[in-house]
């Protein structure tokens, strides 16, 4: 069983191959200085909102940031 559900092996290695791939530096560059646009913008406003409400101090962004740690090395190490 995948453990992407609805998402077929075959979908699964297709998105995994692109996102391995090297850029070349034309590609790096194009994907660098596109610009924002105002729908991604928003979405990035948005996140920052979200998350300074529900970590409203430096210390309690840095708690999060070191559990956040902790369980990536875990997920990495599987």
Do not use: K
């Amino acid at each position: 069983m995948s453990r992407y559900p609805g998402l077929s092996d075959a979908d699964i290695a297709v998105v995994r191959t692109q996102a391995d791939r090297d850029l070349t530096l034309v590609e790096f560059n194009a994907y660098v200085a596109a610009p924002i646009s105002p729908d991604e913008r928003t979405a990035h406003d948005e996140l920052i909102s979200w998350f300074t409400r529900r970590y409203p101090t430096p210390a309690a962004r840095l708690a999060w940031a070191r559990r956040a740690w902790r369980r990536w090395n875990r997920a990495a190490t599987l």
